[in-house]
Each structure stands twice: as structure tokens, then as C-alpha cells.
């Protein structure tokens, strides 16, 4: 999302400061976090077979346990297998 990296930005630098945020700060950095929450909500429900794709990785990842779950989640994701059945294919 566009505020994205602005939040980052503005979290990070609140930070790597001793001082806490002022009050417009704060005050900015929560309109951000309102807008981003929005907009991935909004992109979430455009896209429903985010949800199950992501549902289906954690309950195979959850049945298999695996040691090294990047390497497991790169598999996952790099095989077609694990995209059958979802809407849209």
C-alpha cells in the first residue's frame, strides 16, 4: 500500500529517538495506521483466494510441522499443486 513505507519511516524514526512522538505525530502516524488497515481490508476482500491460499499453507504447515518452515513455505509456494481448487484457476 502507498502509506506503507511512510509508516515505517515514521515508526522507525519515532525509534531511534530517545523522545517519545509528539501529539501530531501520534496523531499522524494513527490516520496512516486507519488508512493502511483500510486499504488491506478493501484488498482482502478483492481478493478471496488470498485468504484461502494463506489458510492452506498454515493448515499444511501445521499437519507437517516442519523444521525449516521457509524452505517448507518455498516449496509450498513454488507448487502448483498447492494453488488447486482455489477460485480463479
Known sequence: AAGDGQ????A???AGTSAALTPEQQEKLNE???MLR???EQYL?????LKQLLNGFLLKALNEMPD???AFAA???TDERSYEGLEGN
Open 32 to 34: 496512516k495506521k486507519v
Open 12 to 14: 522507525s524514526e519515532a
Open 45 to 49: 476482500r478483492q481478493h478471496p483466494e
Open 7 to 10: 509508516c515505517a519511516a515514521m
Open 68 to 70: 525449516d518452515v521457509e
Open 38 to 40: 483500510m486499504e488491506n
Open 75 to 77: 516449496r509450498y509456494f
